[in-house]
T-cell receptor, first 113, second 110 residues
Framework: DTEVTQTPKHLVMGMTNKKSLKCEQH?????MYWYKQKAKKPPELMFV???????INESVPSRFSPECPNSSLLNLHLHALQPEDSALYLC????????????FGSGTQLSVL | GDSVTQMEGPVTLSEEAFLTINCTYT??????LFWYVQYPGEGLQLLLK?????DKGSNKGFEATYRKETTSFHLEKGSVQVSDSAVYFC?????????FGIGTKLQVIP
């Protein structure tokens, strides 16, 4: 199994809603990542988890709250988002932290109304 | 900090034409370099990689050589197909972080 699975594929939410994005991998990877990608732009790193602990937070607003319940799962909890947060949210994983490639999920397309 | 400069597209080519997408980088140390491809509505997939100077990465007819002296990692393909139409990202891997270029959209017409 060389897949990173993200759910849901599409999400529409209002600015007062609370929702969660989920990401799962069963490759035994110890590093997991959240990226945000706006249309026609490259992915921007949001968070990095290393051995289930948050190791990098790229100054992301607190309305985005990551969680890593175990080595296979990564969640992104969303609360009080703004319309400008609408984007494709990509989860990725890698075996290590230097030369290894990233495995990406297909992403969650989020629209905030 | 690390950065990747990539030619902006879109690039439009006829089928069987030669492709070059330029990529240069700025980094401390000796990063690994990657090309990722993204098809519409999907996540990124690794196309090829190189981990040290003079390495050549290759996959599906695409090639790129890690040139430390010119800090470049240009993507080439001798004969593109319609199915190669996608967005191509050059990327640099430091410790824990991957820095992406802006992405180049390639459109191949029959």
């Amino acid at each position: 199994d060389t897949e990173v699975t993200q759910t849901p594929k599409h999400l529409v939410m209002g600015m007062t809603n609370k929702k969660s994005l989920k990401c799962e991998q069963h490759m035994g990877h110890r590093a997991m990542y959240w990226y945000k990608q706006k249309a026609k732009k490259p992915p921007e790193l949001m968070f990095v988890y290393s051995y289930e602990k948050l190791s990098i937070n790229e100054s992301v607003p607190s309305r985005f709250s990551p969680e890593c319940p175990n080595s296979s799962l990564l969640n992104l909890h969303l609360h009080a988002l703004q319309p400008e947060d609408s984007a494709l949210y990509l989860c990725a994983s890698s075996q290590g932290w230097t030369n290894e490639k990233l495995f990406f999920g297909s992403g969650t397309q989020l629209s905030v109304l | 900090g690390d950065s990747v400069t990539q030619m902006e597209g879109p690039v439009t080519l006829s089928e069987e034409a030669f492709l070059t997408i330029n990529c240069t980088y700025t980094a401390t140390g000796y990063p690994s370099l990657f090309w990722y491809v993204q098809y519409p509505g999907e996540g990124l997939q690794l196309l090829l990689k190189a981990t040290k100077a003079d390495d050549k990465g290759s996959n599906k007819g695409f090639e790129a050589t890690y040139r430390k002296e010119t800090t470049s990692f240009h993507l080439e393909k001798g004969s593109v197909q319609v199915s190669d139409s996608a967005v191509y990202f050059c990327a640099l891997r430091g410790y824990q972080k991957v820095t992406f270029g802006i992405g180049t959209k390639l459109q191949v017409i029959p």
